[in-house]
């Protein structure tokens, strides 16, 4: 054999080491599971671990699971706090919602309008397909008292980035509930739910600079205020500027270390 062909068969067998290698690097990037809901395996990135992503055969929301572990988590849905449940919206809300937003007052410092019912009753329909990952669509959770079970309001949460690690919330509570804390309450479930449920990186949260209440709620709940946005919109004949808030997931877990533990 020459020292051409001699070189030639160096240089293709040389090639199958690599191969074997960047095969195996990608494989390692890679974490193999079932879907919670269908069973069905699926495969992510390594750099998923915790963030929420949608099964590519059933299209639920999963969690990806740290470690070893065989199937995915769920959404840590409903959420349960000391005097609230964090659910999804159901049919059975409309007259609670209905009440909620028929309330003039809650809109006076939004471009929003109170709803009729049938506007009530075709939003729920609509939002029953909604899942946390679809794009550009808000995820509601309805604030339901525990003593009772009324639904006394609701928060939102949209992802501000493809990635879905970083999003914006609100919150709309009936008016006959607010000083009583439960908006704090609801308010710091759901920044649990997103920097230890589904590891977001950042949450915002946004409020006419004139609501006060808004701005001692996000305040209280743990979020900076980064700055003011002057006279940003117009609405109800005069220039209004917004308030941001934000949080990071280091700043939250900082302050949850750092915070006294409760009575026994």
Same mark, same amino acid.
């Given at each position: 054999?020459?020292?051409?062909?001699?070189?030639?068969?160096?240089?293709?067998?040389?090639?199958?080491?690599?191969?074997?290698?960047?095969?195996?690097?990608?494989?390692?990037?890679?974490?193999?599971?079932?879907?919670?809901?269908?069973?069905?395996?699926?495969?992510?990135?390594?750099?998923?671990?915790?963030?929420?992503?949608?099964?590519?055969?059933?299209?639920?929301?999963?969690?990806?699971?740290?470690?070893?572990?065989?199937?995915?988590?769920?959404?840590?849905?409903?959420?349960?706090?000391?005097?609230?449940?964090?659910?999804?919206?159901?049919?059975?809300?409309?007259?609670?919602?209905?009440?909620?937003?028929?309330?003039?007052?809650?809109?006076?410092?939004?471009?929003?309008?109170?709803?009729?019912?049938?506007?009530?009753?075709?939003?729920? @329909?609509?939002?029953?397909?909604?899942?946390?990952?679809?794009?550009?669509?808000?995820?509601?959770?309805?604030?339901?008292?525990?003593?009772?079970? !009324?639904?006394?309001?609701?928060?939102?949460?949209?992802?501000?980035?493809?990635?879905?690690?970083?999003?914006?919330?609100?919150?709309?509570?009936?008016?006959?509930?607010?000083?009583?804390?439960? $908006?704090?309450? $609801?308010?710091?479930?759901?920044?649990?739910?997103?920097?230890?449920?589904?590891?977001?990186?950042?949450?915002?949260?946004?409020?006419?600079?004139?609501?006060?209440?808004?701005?001692?709620?996000?305040?209280?709940?743990?979020?900076?205020?980064?700055?003011?946005?002057?006279?940003? !919109?117009?609405?109800?004949?005069?220039?209004?500027?917004?308030?941001?808030?934000?949080?990071? @997931?280091?700043?939250?877990?900082?302050?949850?270390?750092?915070?006294?533990?409760?009575?026994?």
């Amino acid at each position: 054999m020459g020292h051409a062909e001699t070189g030639l068969l160096w240089r293709t067998w040389g090639l199958y080491p690599r191969v074997m290698i960047a095969t195996m690097i990608a494989e390692e990037s890679f974490i193999d599971f079932k879907c919670p809901h269908c069973g069905e395996p699926v495969s992510f990135p390594r750099d998923c671990i915790g963030f929420a992503r949608e099964c590519p055969t059933c299209l639920e929301c999963l969690v990806v699971p740290v470690g070893d572990a065989q199937v995915g988590r769920k959404l840590p849905l409903p959420i349960t706090t000391a005097r609230l449940v964090l659910r999804r919206l159901g049919g059975g809300d409309w007259k609670d919602l209905l009440e909620l937003l028929a309330d003039e007052e809650l809109f006076r410092y939004t471009d929003g309008r109170p709803l009729e019912e049938e506007e009530v009753l075709n939003w729920l @329909q609509s939002d029953s397909h909604v899942k946390l990952t679809s794009p550009g669509q808000p995820f509601y959770l309805g604030i339901q008292a525990r003593d009772g079970g !009324k639904l006394i309001g609701y928060l939102s949460l949209h992802f501000a980035d493809p990635q879905r690690l970083q999003a914006g919330l609100n919150i709309c509570l009936n008016r006959n509930c607010q000083r009583k804390g439960f $908006a704090l309450e $609801a308010v710091r479930a759901l920044l649990e739910f997103c920097f230890d449920g589904i590891r977001l990186h950042r949450v915002t949260a946004l409020c006419d600079s004139r609501n006060a209440a808004a701005c001692r709620l996000f305040e209280g709940a743990g979020l900076r205020r980064e700055g003011e946005l002057v006279k940003d !919109k117009f609405f109800n004949g005069e220039w209004a500027s917004t308030v941001c808030y934000a949080a990071l @997931q280091e700043e939250y877990r900082e302050a949850a270390a750092n915070s006294p533990a409760p009575a026994p």
